[in-house]
């Protein structure tokens, strides 16, 4: 049956409307059972000895003084653990505890299960080991450099883990057709998530031999399987459920160790095991954003438009594999996807060096290339003395195109996203590429302002393992009183997606979001989504539930139209009614729909499932880059620079999205207010730093010194939504978890410039930076603060694909050693 | 220190308005007590270090750490938590509010902030947004920029001196 509503054609009654959160009572009464807050009866507590060596040998592990003390029911250590797991097949590099070596300052070694925390910690401190030392490796250069010794054997070659190289079309006939060709060098500081819930994880193993495990997880599925793989257990007797998250943003989408020693624990006790980490070792588990180097490459005609594109990036990866190989790949496949680029290539290499491992960062390795690709735009835009806002604005890709690299552009609201924020900010008033030299001399004033825009996928186009099914599926039972469960095995992180699922299966069956039961993240009892990560939750989910509640309401039309006697057509659902449009007070109750329902068909159950469309790229590396839908983003930001401290001060920042549309629009003001905030924090002060030794230890692995915005450091923030529905969303709408960071740090970078006229082409722009590039000003150098070079690379030969434009048809040419 | 011979302390206070006894090793912070001893795990922790303002409960009306006041220092002072602020079925306005502004995302730092802004309220009952921020600085939050925190603290405010306040248009639909 079709749905004109879920076309984004008629009047909704929910779509839209700014309800609250199905979960926000329970958040704010204190409710809400974190994974933390789970308390069973004779729990044991587990504490996890970590190395404090950034790369050694396991020469040897003494655990019998700890396995005395009274109180400590087991010890866990590497060879309880030989079967590795990783979050990637192609990196299955991380053992629960370590097995022969250790990679970085906080690496796992060993575990103790005892009858309470301070028994634990006290054993924990008791248990001897032998290390072996090893160089470490602490840089991009060193990662690339330094063959041996290798931290991990696998991988391209020495400490490489990872390298692509990609060339879609003939990128130097672009270059030569170009009226410039411009080059910069960027680099963008690794930073962390900082979710204010510290991970935890609880393991129970029942008498029936079935293990159950409630965790602060994204990706309740991933940790479903790595249990079953690392446990040797079969997955039907394992349970996951993923506890309410305290915040996420990535930092909780890859199966940890500490999960996978509370089960074992609790197998080897017979008893539930809680493991909650402190705040130090959730700066170990990080998996947050690369260090990335980058140089990238542009040719432009006079007006602006790209001719071809040269994107190099360097990643430092830490010390596992975690989504590295994607996160590679990530920071060259979204460069094409904003303006309109004829010809593009990607090389990418991530390097493991001896520091707690990198991963998916919201935004996921797309921030690093957009700050340098906007960065790099602004001062294209100066060479060519054109206004910046409408330099992009003239060239942006067309809707409904295949990029370059083969991505497949639906909707794409970026040219009303800039209008909306140059026309909010006034910007025509505010900007001259002079700005700066006005400003010099009036030390009352330094203000600046400055542009960029980004994009971002809805959901990854292929799933992280290879295979054929739904990468999201939603269950739907209706009681015959009329109640409604909805299951989904999606994780709130906090972004509202159980919500999500109760507006859109409410405004189908036309009740109330909140007459409505959600059943999520438990592997036992909901179908599988493959989790809350590449903002792939609301498209997914939705169009799946869309699916289920459709088949349900298809079910309830047949029964009431015959009850009632008129055209199926005719039935129409809302208020808690069905009824005959054409007299709409003929008809029934929902529940007397469903019990109609039920008596014709029997139990009423439903299930929807979403699997995102083929791409049309075929070539090797094609998988990562492409999704059914893209949001747009663009942001002007205004700030004030003090020269004399080099302090940045970001008064305010305008903002718009393209976010197809909103099923709240209220959720969606607060995912984008909460994506400026996190980019602020990290093109102002967030970084990962280690101190500059050979030991890699984390320079300060807390909140207070780990610096991030507080209520005093946050900006104002002026929020439009552009609604532009998207025919693969569900109603038509968009991701915003992440987008709406992409275009902040450079916007900023750009401010800055625009204040004091140096380019910081280092993140964070901390007021070092620009004291130093303001005195490189005053000696008549570079006004500048960053780098200056990439390493060299042998990069392999790259894989070749003519482009739609040439003819291409998504494959890659077979190769033929011509180029030089 | 091992567990054998460990000795209870043991106090008695006034926790959410009623009176409370409770005994527990003699080292844990209030938080531990609240969260362990008592099964209130409506007070959450971000850090334990007196870093994030996640713990934030009011002793005697004053917003405290949890983190770093010892159980034993609340021994006949009064202790407001989140699971206190509700009159009855009645959610308290800052309750209310938070929840449907929008102004708790993953929700785990909201019993912290809805506690320091409670006191702010009591203190001056018609804060300004400068007031609000400097009140909250405090208090972490990763999800929400804190924009609709100051929102929903001004909506309560406004509840609690029985105006009649909505939020404009444009910072719900963004328009």
Known sequence: MSNSKSNGTSDFQVIGKPFRKVDARAKCTGQTKFADDIILPRMLSCKILRSHEPHALIKNIDVSKALALPGVLAILTGKDFPIPYGILPVSQDEHALCVDKVRFVGDPVAAVAAIDEDVAFDAMNLIEVEYERLQTITSIEEGLLVEEPRIHEYGDGGNVHKKVSLEFGEIEEGFAEADLVREDTFFYEGNTHLPMEQHAAVAYFDTDQKLTLWSSTQTPHYVHRALAKVLEIPASHIRVIATPNGGGFGGKSDPFNHEVVVSKLAMITGRPVKCTLTREEVFYCHRGRHPVLMHVKTGVKKDGAITAIHFKSFLDGGAYGSYGVASTFYTGALQTVTYDVPRYKFQGARVFTNKPPCGPKRGHGTPQPRYALEVHLDKIAEELKLDPAQMRREHLVPADSITANYLRIGSMGLGACIDKVVEGSDWKQKFSWSNWQSAIGNRQSHKGIGIACSSYICGAGLPIYWNNMPQSGVQLRLDRQGGVCVMCGSTDIGQGSDSILAYIVAEILGIDPFDIRVVTADTDLTPVDLGSYSSRVTLMTGNAAIQAAERARELLTMAVAEKLNVPIENISFAERRAFDVENPEVGVSFAEAVVLAESKFGTIGTVGSYTPPRSPGKYKGAGVGPSPAYSYSAAVAEVDVDPSTGIVIVERVWIAHDIGKSINPALVMGQVEGSVYMGLGEILMEEMSYRANRNAVHKFPSMLEYKSPTTMEMCDVKTYLIEDPDPNGPFGAKEVGQGPLLPVPPAVANAVYNAVGVRIDEVPITPEKVLKALREKERGREARFGPTAVPHVEWPEPLRVLTPAEGGDGREMPSVAVHS | ?175
Do not use: W
Request: glycine share 10%.
């Open chain 2, 1 to 175: 220190m091992t567990n054998g011979t460990k000795q209870k302390a043991h106090i008695s206070f006034t926790l959410n308005g009623e009176t409370a006894e409770v005994a527990f090793a003699p080292h844990k912070t209030l938080l531990e007590v609240l969260r362990e001893d008592l099964a209130l795990t409506g007070t959450k922790h971000g850090c334990e270090l007196g870093e994030c303002g996640t713990c934030t409960v009011l002793v005697d009306g004053r917003s405290i750490l949890s983190c770093l006041m010892l159980g034993l220092d609340a021994e006949d002072r009064s202790v407001e938590t989140v699971e206190g602020m509700a009159d009855g079925a009645q959610l308290h306005p800052l309750q209310e509010t938070f929840a449907d502004t929008g102004a708790a995302q993953c929700g785990y730092c909201s019993p912290g902030f809805m506690l320091a802004a409670k006191e702010l309220i009591e203190k001056s009952p018609n804060p300004s947004r400068d007031e609000i921020k400097e009140a909250l600085s405090g208090n972490l939050c990763r999800c929400t920029g804190y924009i609709k925190i100051y929102e929903a603290v001004e909506l309560a405010a406004a509840k609690m001196r029985g105006e009649a306040m909505e939020l404009p248009k444009e910072s719900i639909y963004g328009l």
